[in-house]
């Protein structure tokens, strides 16, 4: 290379991996025997590439791989023998580091320098209305939405990506776009790509008639073996006539047309799986399209229909899980062969929780075969599930957008998704009790000061907030305790019975389960002496309401399911449980969504009041179902 030549490559080499890849390689071999890009002394073109290079990340992490051995060498030699040049870096990496540790006391790091913000940001949200929206969907449209419309003050576009008709459904499009004002956010556009079917077809056509494309009627496990081995389609080098005609036969769902598929041609055998001539449209006649009905027979790819309809959409950055890293080279590829306006890409990494897994496949046989009650089920991650089971959109909200867009893949445990979530509701929980039926023990009271009659005395529903608002609490002379607290009791031992008072144990009659006991009341002892403290409920004076306390455990046995591994294998036999309880009567008012905490037991959603039913009671008859909320001190789900 020319000195000059090697200058020019000064602005260049700012750029990203795509766009340097090549001078990189350029430069490598100019350095093939040589010590120094010009002369045999540090000068001004090594020091200002040297400098360009350092000051790329993209660069810098390149070159540090090791796969440009003469570049590597160079550039290791410059850094070892002249640290004169580097004064200007170090000072930009300090204060870098300063930014991202400020930033990091208020949560995750967002300072990705997208390219091209000035010229406007425009990003999408484009899930596939083929299941309802998990966590992990839920971490994309919440960045895509942040990016969007807080930090660029852009365009949100919502586009449903609904090229399957065999998978997808109305039902889950109108969830989908219901979740998303659920979590507050607000996409600016709504549209589906296949409002675009017109278009991608013109596309598929015109990448048949420059040759980038191909009709292939290879069936499918010979075609799956020949990509894996990097093995040539006998049909690769059809002509382009031959081409047009098999895809009209698919377009019209013909005999032949179903034989074939269209496939792009990228290549054969590149080390990349993703870029060997993949898929970009197929037939489908067995299932009418919820939007389009059956006037189309072919259907675009979603490796296919992303691209072209991003570009033509006006989207700016594509925000996607690095779950599509691979397919990156693939969805460029597509941009400059059909000479489309360029998007940006940012891979982030998807959500994964222990115990959990996302595969919106195995979570529809999960509905699919009766293993839960539906997509909303408490024990699935859909965003429906866990607000199911009592998270709140604040603080689902809060605890993605504190996860940022790191590349670092990582398994969280459900711990501190639900801490978050405890810190929301635990100010604002009003507090009820509840007492389990089975076994409930009858509680004499007795005493100078035990009440002759039963009465009610209004009580705080929050002991910390007010305005939570109040509640009447009965108190009478015949209480109901739970078994367990009352197994632990030895007769003689003073008690606190909470929010009302200490209580000597007089006597318990024998037998297991224990039956009945009798305490003598004591206001005026103190309740900081006693070791054990107790809910209650008055057994006169209130009308006790039933309620049914739910609990739920891991869907699965293994902190991560492998590819290879069965489904079914690993799947717990029991998750749920549920016990009977008396709960105390201002719990009556309660209504679906609600969430409280009972008095030593947890904090609970409610599922459904006794003003929720429609006639479905049962011979149970109407009652409180109450689901229990994780607050991160056990992990569970």
């Known amino acids: 290379m020319k000195v000059d030549e090697i200058k020019a490559l000064e602005p260049v080499l700012a750029g990203d991996f795509r766009t340097i890849e090549q001078p990189l390689q350029a430069l490598d071999k100019h350095l093939t025997l040589r010590t120094y890009l010009d002369g045999y002394s540090l000068g001004d073109v090594d020091t200002k590439i040297w400098q360009a290079l350092r000051g790329n990340r993209a660069a810098f992490s390149f070159i540090k791989r090791g796969s440009l051995a003469n570049l590597a060498r160079w550039f290791q030699f410059i850094e070892e023998s002249h640290p004169e040049i580097q004064e200007e870096i170090k000072a930009r990496d300090a204060a870098a580091k300063a930014k991202v540790a400020a930033a990091s006391k208020a949560g995750a790091s967002y300072a990705l320098a997208l390219q091209d913000t000035e010229k406007g940001v425009v990003t999408r949200f484009l899930p596939e209305p083929s299941g309802y929206l998990h966590i992990g969907h839920a971490k994309a449209a919440l960045l895509s939405d942040y990016f969007a419309h807080q930090a660029y003050k852009g365009t949100l576009r919502l586009r449903l990506d609904d090229t399957n008709p065999s998978k997808e459904k ?50 499918q496990e010979t075609m799956r073996d020949q990509r894996f081995n990097g093995i040539a389609s006998a049909r690769r080098d059809r002509t382009v006539e031959e081409n047009l005609r098999v895809f009209d036969e698919m377009k019209k769902g013909s005999e032949e047309g179903l034989k074939n598929c269209i496939r792009a041609k990228l290549s054969v055998d590149n080390p990349n799986k993703a870029l060997r001539d993949p898929v970009i449209y197929r037939c489908n006649v067995d299932t ?47 941009i400059d062969t059909l000479k489309l306006r360029q998007v940006h890409m940012w891979d982030f990494a998807r959500m994964n929780f222990v115990r959990t897994f996302l595969s919106k496949r195995k979570l529809a046989k999960l509905v699919d075969t009766g ?14 599930g866990v607000r199911r089971r009592g998270m709140t959109i604040p603080a689902l909200r809060d605890f993605i957008i504190k996860q940022g867009p790191s590349r670092n893949i990582v398994t969280m445990d459900w711990t501190t998704f639900w801490a978050s979530n405890k810190k929301v509701i635990d100010p604002i929980a009003p507090r009820h009790t509840a007492i389990s039926q089975k076994d409930a023990v009858k509680v004499t009271i007795t005493g100078a000061e035990a009440p002759a009659q039963p009465f009610t005395s209004e009580k705080p529903k929050h002991p910390k907030n007010k305005d939570v608002g109040t509640k009447q609490v009965a108190f009478a002379s015949e209480l109901l305790l739970d078994q367990a607290d009352a197994k632990s009791f030895k007769e003689g031992e003073e008690i606190t019975l909470m929010a009302w008072g200490n209580a000597f144990v007089r006597s318990i009659t024998s037998g297991d389960p224990i039956p009945t006991l009798t305490a003598e009341l004591n206001l005026k002892g103190d309740v900081k002496t006693t070791e054990k403290k107790v809910t209650w409920l008055a057994a006169q004076g209130q009308t006790l309401v039933p309620a ?24 717990n036999p029991v998750t749920e449980t549920m016990e009977d309880a008396w709960c105390d009567e201002a719990s009556a008012q309660l209504k679906k969504d609600d969430i409280i905490q009972l008095e030593r037991r947890g904090y609970y959603r409610v599922d459904k009041g006794l003003n929720d039913w429609n006639g479905e009671e049962g011979p149970k008859g109407k009652r409180l179902v109450l689901f229990s909320i994780p607050t991160g001190k056990t992990g569970s789900k």
């Open 371 to 384: 293993k839960v009650w539906g997509w909303d089920d408490p024990r699935m991650p859909t965003i429906r």
């Open 548 to 571: 049914e306390l739910w609990d739920f455990d891991y869907l699965i046995n293994k902190d991560v399911l492998e590819e290879d591994d069965v489904l079914e294998d690993c799947l």
């Open 170 to 219: 109305e039902e889950y499009q109108d969830a989908i776009i219901e979740d998303l004002a659920l979590m507050g956010i607000k996409p600016d556009t709504l549209t589906y790509t296949s409002d675009y079917f017109d278009y991608l077809y013109d596309m598929a056509i015109r990448m048949i008639k420059e040759g980038h494309a191909y009709a292939d009627d290879t069936d």
């Open 288 to 334: 009418p399209h919820h939007r389009t009905g059956t006037k189309w027979k072919i259907y675009p790819t979603y490796d296919f229909a992303c691209p072209v309809v991003d570009s033509h959409e006006g989207v700016t950055h594509a925000l996607r899980s690095t779950e599509y890293t691979d397919r990156n080279p693939q969805y460029q590829w597509f």
